[in-house]
């Protein structure tokens, strides 16, 4: 997809300064040490929350056929020698959805991982590229039911975490507060004076990125001559509204353009729209979640577009997992939400970013 799931929001703090002492000396982790614990107590926190409701905690493997289908997104891969000493190309997840929705078609209902996953190109006071996703799904639910599920888990993580206030660069969020639901429509025109019907695509037409453009340059917003419509999309996103989400109280910011929306099935009432939201506070990311897709035909008709967007951009693309669209043809309606934990942490504990609720950040 053009726009970002955990751990892929643009980070204005992308370079932060190196710490002058290795993460491992005494004086740095005893710093650090406070926010570790923290992060361990919400995780057992988290667990038993989500036992208490019935979820049944699963591991599905790291190595992948394929690490996800979505442009923007890069992974690590690496070669799998077999015992004849051939070899294949396998990848390190970006998420465990691939190999959890695989154990829906199997037959479990409710599901949730804490996983280790792995994006290439991706550094900063929010990002790391190796982290944890708490992923979960629930078979039959409607994908509202996750919100519910989010504004539960943040409260949790809060309480765990000893804290009444999220706060991150200057905003503060009150974690134990309703949030706050804003469609994708009603923020553009709230934070960038947008009417985003007026661009917006038919179910079935290819977005046109002129009108878009001419839009959006009316409001301030640079765009290129070989912007696709994806592209002008998250421009409005990150410069005009992510850094106004979740302040005061948590934000779920959904239904989006089913063209931004690569695994989520459409709106039944409105096709335009998928079922897709992400949950924010004190203006950052925390969460993406999906009423799953279940189209086998047409997810890998959207896998196949977003491949020959990465390739277009990045000259490469990966392969796409045949035996998940398999899968998905037997798998039960769903609803889905992956959660940056890490990020979850660093505002449940005070920490100022990633790094410090990493027991040992990659060097």
Same mark, same amino acid.
């Given at each position: 997809?053009?726009?970002?799931?955990?751990?892929?929001?643009?980070?204005?703090?992308?370079?932060?300064?190196?710490?002058?002492?290795?993460?491992?000396?005494?004086?740095?982790?005893?710093?650090?040490?406070?926010?570790?614990?923290?992060?361990?107590?919400?995780?057992?926190?988290?667990?038993?929350?989500?036992?208490?409701?019935? !979820?049944?905690?699963?591991?599905?493997?790291?190595?992948?056929?394929?690490?996800?289908?979505?442009?923007?997104?890069?992974?690590?891969?690496?070669?799998?020698?077999?015992?004849?000493?051939?070899?294949?190309?396998?990848?390190?997840?970006?998420?465990?959805?691939?190999?959890?929705?695989?154990?829906?078609?199997?037959?479990?209902?409710?599901?949730?991982?804490?996983?280790?996953?792995?994006?290439?190109?991706?550094?900063?006071?929010?990002?790391?590229?190796? !982290?944890?996703?708490?992923?979960?799904?629930?078979?039959?639910?409607?994908?509202?039911?996750?919100?519910?599920?989010?504004?539960?888990?943040?409260?949790?993580?809060?309480?765990? $975490? $000893?804290?009444?206030?999220?706060?991150?660069?200057?905003?503060?969020?009150?974690?134990?507060?309703?949030?706050?639901?804003?469609?994708?429509?009603?923020?553009?025109?709230?934070?960038?004076?947008?009417?985003?019907?007026?661009?917006?695509?038919?179910? $079935?037409?290819?977005?046109?990125?002129?009108?878009?453009?001419?839009?959006?340059?009316?409001?301030?917003?640079?765009?290129?001559?070989?912007?696709?419509?994806?592209?002008? !999309?998250?421009?409005?996103?990150?410069?005009?509204?992510?850094?106004?989400?979740?302040? @005061?109280?948590?934000?779920?910011?959904?239904?989006?353009?089913?063209?931004?929306?690569?695994?989520?099935?459409?709106?039944?009432?409105?096709?335009?729209?998928?079922?897709?939201?992400?949950?924010?506070?004190? $203006?950052?990311?925390?969460?993406?979640?999906?009423?799953?897709?279940?189209?086998?035909?047409?997810?890998?008709?959207?896998?196949?577009?977003?491949?020959?967007?990465?390739?277009?951009?990045?000259?490469?693309?990966?392969?796409?997992?045949?035996?998940?669209?398999?899968?998905?043809?037997?798998?039960?309606?769903?609803?889905?939400?992956?959660? @940056?934990?890490?990020?979850?942490?660093?505002?449940?504990?005070?920490?100022?970013?990633?790094?410090?609720?990493?027991?040992?950040?990659?060097?």
């Amino acid at each position: 997809m053009a726009v970002s799931t955990p751990g892929t929001s643009p980070d204005p703090s992308a370079n932060p300064s190196p710490n002058p002492s290795p993460w491992w000396s005494r004086s740095v982790h005893a710093d650090r040490r406070p926010f570790l614990l923290a992060r361990g107590r919400m995780m057992a926190a988290i667990r038993a929350r989500l036992a208490g409701e019935g !979820f049944i905690e699963v591991e599905t493997p790291a190595l992948q056929v394929s690490p996800g289908n979505e442009a923007h997104l890069h992974a690590f891969a690496t070669d799998l020698i077999g015992p004849d000493g051939a070899r294949r190309t396998l990848y390190l997840r970006t998420s465990p959805e691939f190999a959890s929705k695989k154990l829906l078609a199997a037959g479990e209902e409710q599901i949730f991982e804490f996983a280790r996953v792995f994006r290439n190109r991706e550094r900063g006071m929010a990002h790391h590229p190796e !982290f944890t996703l708490l992923e979960w799904y629930r078979a039959g639910a409607p994908y509202n039911r996750l919100m519910d599920d989010c504004a539960g888990l943040l409260a949790c993580a809060a309480e765990a $975490g $000893g804290v009444s206030t999220f706060a991150w660069r200057g905003h503060t969020c009150d974690p134990f507060a309703a949030p706050e639901r804003l469609t994708l429509e009603e923020a553009f025109a709230r934070h960038a004076g947008m009417a985003l019907a007026t661009v917006l695509p038919a179910p $079935g037409e290819r977005p046109d990125p002129r009108p878009f453009a001419e839009l959006a340059a009316a409001h301030g917003i640079r765009t290129a001559p070989d912007d696709t419509w994806a592209d002008i !999309f998250s421009r409005v996103l990150v410069e005009k509204i992510e850094t106004r989400l979740g302040m @005061g109280r948590p934000t779920v910011l959904c239904d989006y353009p089913v063209s931004e929306a690569a695994l989520a099935r459409p709106k039944p009432e409105d096709p335009r729209f998928a079922e897709r939201f992400e949950l924010y506070a004190c $203006g950052l990311e925390l969460a993406n979640a999906f009423g799953e897709l279940t189209d086998a035909d047409e997810q890998r008709r959207r896998f196949e577009e977003e491949m020959d967007e990465k390739e277009r951009l990045y000259g490469e693309r990966y392969p796409i997992d045949a035996d998940f669209l398999a899968a998905l043809a037997a798998m039960p309606p769903a609803s889905g939400c992956a959660l @940056g934990f890490d990020r979850l942490a660093v505002l449940a504990s005070g920490a100022r970013r990633i790094e410090d609720v990493l027991w040992a950040p990659v060097g």
